[in-house]
């Protein structure tokens, strides 16, 4: 079993960054791929960013490219989420997400694992 728990979010004025972590307990994230998730209110849930376990390969959905970057740490069992240029579109709960497998990294339903999930409020 992976336990996750992200933390780091909080109110931001448009133009500012942040850095959200997830920190995982339990085993390993080695052999994992990792997600980031985020829902708005009265929305899907909403593909992010994806890395693969040895962070090689990283996957952004358009909105947040150039502007977030995903990173990982498998000796601290951590995977981060740098996010710079805030716009109040990206207000939502964000979540991290473990998947034994790198196949359709963007679907919430090949995850196995899922933090509890940490707000963030891009201001105008």
């Known amino acids: 079993q992976v336990q996750l728990v992200e933390s780091g979010g909080r109110l931001v004025q448009a133009g500012g960054s942040l850095r959200l972590s997830c920190a995982a307990s339990g085993r390993t994230l080695r052999s994992y791929t990792m997600g980031w998730f985020r829902q708005a209110p009265g929305k899907e849930r909403e593909f992010v960013a994806a890395?693969?376990?040895?962070?090689?390969?990283?996957h952004y959905t358009d909105s947040v490219k150039s502007r977030f970057t995903i990173s990982r740490d498998n000796a601290k069992n951590t995977v981060y989420l740098q996010m710079n240029s805030l716009k109040p579109e990206d207000t939502a709960v964000y979540y991290c997400?473990?998947?034994?497998?790198?196949?359709?990294?963007?679907?919430?339903?090949?995850?196995?694992?899922w933090g509890q999930g940490t707000q963030v409020t891009g201001s105008s």
């Open positions: 890395i693969s376990w040895s962070g090689s390969s990283t």
């Open positions: 997400a473990a998947d034994p497998y790198y196949s359709d990294y963007d679907l919430p339903t090949k995850y196995d694992y």
